[in-house]
């Protein structure tokens, strides 16, 4: 299972799609989902800091039930809060927390999404603070003016590297 987080803007999705073929070619039958994807699919509409952590804690039962049938689960989320990744390292087999590091102040700059540019509230990283991760296993680092090709083919390697070593200790 693959957890990728990181600022709205931060490349996560377009990142993470590059990426599926090769993770399915590689370990098996994977799905690549965005945190839009599951909020249109289960109409969870609400972005305050109590409804965001409600949201994270059914997003945890649905990515357990895709792991748990070996079904290997690309997550692109903002989920900022340590709370969900804690869970996700005690109770998600194959747990890889991947994160995509990008400047907010630079995503706003060159207005890489909208939502920084309303008067909308609940915005993670303005409104609502963000709890960045500690200890990933991978870091990628997206300066935003680099090709999302290349930060693929460096996640790719990353992940490579550490399913490896993994494998190594077993």
Same mark, same amino acid.
């Given at each position: 299972?693959?957890?990728?987080?990181?600022?709205? /803007?931060s +490349?996560? =999705?377009?990142?993470?799609?590059?990426? %599926?073929?090769?993770?399915?070619?590689?370990?098996?039958? =994977?799905?690549?989902?965005? /945190?839009?994807?599951?909020? /249109?699919?289960?109409?969870?509409?609400?972005?305050?800091?109590?409804?965001?952590?409600e +949201?994270?804690?059914?997003?945890?039962?649905? =990515?357990?039930?895709? =792991?748990?049938?070996?079904?290997?689960?690309?997550?692109?989320?903002?989920?900022?809060?340590?709370?969900?990744?804690?869970?996700?390292? %005690? !109770?998600?087999?194959?747990?890889?927390?991947?994160?995509?590091?990008?400047?907010l102040?630079?995503?706003?700059?060159?207005?890489k999404?909208p939502?920084?540019?309303?008067n909308k509230?609940?915005?993670? /990283?303005?409104d609502?603070?963000?709890?960045? @991760?500690?200890?990933?296993?991978?870091?990628i680092?997206?300066?935003?003016?680099? @090709?999302l090709?290349?930060?693929?083919?460096?996640?790719?390697?990353?992940?490579?590297?550490?399913? !490896?070593?993994?494998?190594?200790g077993?």
């Open positions: 299972m693959f957890w990728v987080t990181g600022f709205s /803007g +490349g996560k =999705t377009e990142i993470s799609k590059k990426i %599926l073929k090769q993770i399915s070619k590689l370990y098996g039958p =994977t799905i690549e989902v965005s /945190g839009d994807e599951w909020r /249109g699919v289960t109409n969870f509409k609400k972005y305050d800091k109590k409804s965001r952590i +949201g994270l804690l059914r997003l945890h039962r649905f =990515t357990k039930m895709i =792991t748990d049938k070996k079904i290997n689960l690309i997550l692109n989320c903002i989920g900022m809060y340590n709370r969900a990744r804690k869970w996700n390292r %005690l !109770n998600i087999d194959n747990y890889v927390e991947i994160y995509i590091e990008a400047d102040k630079k995503i706003i700059y060159l207005k999404k939502i920084y540019l309303t509230k609940n915005i993670v /990283g303005l609502i603070k963000a709890e960045l @991760p500690k200890n990933p296993h991978i870091k680092v997206n300066p935003l003016n680099k @090709p090709d290349n930060l693929a083919k460096e996640l790719l390697l990353k992940i490579k590297k550490l399913i !490896n070593c993994l494998g190594e077993n």
